[in-house]
């Protein structure tokens, strides 16, 4: 389906469609490249699983970030409630991490699934990882077709380097990390997975 056709769209890389008027919008009149692609968002059919790994260690205390974070996950709860799209919450902290909700389309947000979540101890990036690649794997099993989202929120202050989950299609770093003393380790831990890194601001807007 080329540009001209009643849709206004056609194919990008990996099949995905191209919105040609919010592109050539984007051109603002100079030559099209790369970055000036809009892609249309489109529901695989296998359905799709967010599973969101959330940082609960001390140092996200700091400047009230964990509580920004609760904020954003309830926003993206909705968001995925809305779109029928199944979810899950690992929270790591201390020495260990837990699946507090999930995998399941989330019909309603209940504030109890974060009540208990309080920052504190160290922070076991690798365990939280370990826990989530678990639960995509057998998401994967149990549903081969279905398109799987690793969401980690964190200020990035371990040491640890875990390997990306084999199972999770797509990984976002929504890094939490101010300040003017930056480690930048969610930033590199996302170059080196080839994952997409973003600021909760972005996220927002």
């Not at 990008?12 to 040609?20: E, F, L, T």
């Not at 603002?28 to 260690?57: K, N």
Request: positive net charge.
């Amino acid at each position: 389906m080329g540009a001209g056709s009643s849709r206004g769209v056609s194919r990008g890389p990996a099949g995905r469609r191209i919105g040609w008027p919010r592109t050539l919008a984007a051109t603002r009149g100079d030559t099209l490249r790369r970055e000036h692609l809009r892609f249309i968002a489109e529901t695989p059919r296998g359905g799709v699983l967010h599973c969101f790994v959330l940082d609960c260690s001390g140092s996200m205390l700091s400047g009230r970030r964990l509580a920004l974070a609760k904020g954003l996950l309830i926003a993206l709860f909705d968001r995925a409630g809305a779109a029928r799209a199944e979810v899950a919450l690992v929270c790591f902290g201390g020495t260990s991490a837990d699946v507090r909700f999930g995998p399941a389309v989330p019909r309603w947000w209940n504030e109890r699934w974060l009540e208990t979540v309080g920052a504190g101890g160290g922070s076991p990036l690798d365990t939280g990882v370990r826990r989530a690649t678990q639960l995509l794997e057998r998401s994967a099993r149990r549903r081969p077709a279905q398109q799987r989202w690793l969401w980690i929120l964190s200020d990035g202050r371990t040491r640890d380097e875990p390997a990306r989950p084999l199972a999770a299609d797509e990984v976002v770093f929504v890094d939490f990390e101010h300040g003017a003393l930056r480690l930048g380790r969610c930033e590199a831990l996302a170059n080196a997975w080839g994952a997409r890194w973003i600021t909760p601001e972005e996220l927002i807007g």
